[in-house]
């Protein structure tokens, strides 16, 4: 009686294990997520960035272009 006990316990601890592995397995799927959203977005916004800029020196006249580089 006692050792059928000591099994229901040793399978709720094994269960709760597995929840907590569960949990702490998609809190790290969202930390992934969260660093490599903004890593694509740092990268496709400087990509923006310069596009923008060689279109506005484009714009600018030369002398102008001279005094800043």
């Known amino acids: 009686m006692v050792e059928t006990g000591q ?3 040793l399978g709720n ?3 709760t294990n597995q929840n907590i592995l569960d949990i702490e397995r998609c809190e790290r799927e ?3 997520f969260v660093t490599v ?3 694509h977005s740092f990268l496709f916004g400087n990509i923006y960035i310069r596009i ?3 279109i506005q020196i484009e714009k600018t006249p030369q002398r102008v272009f001279k005094t800043f580089f």
């Open 7 to 9: 099994r229901a316990q």
């Open 13 to 15: 601890f094994n269960r």
């Open 30 to 32: 969202k930390d992934g």
């Open 37 to 39: 959203f903004p890593f």
């Open 52 to 54: 923008c800029f060689l």
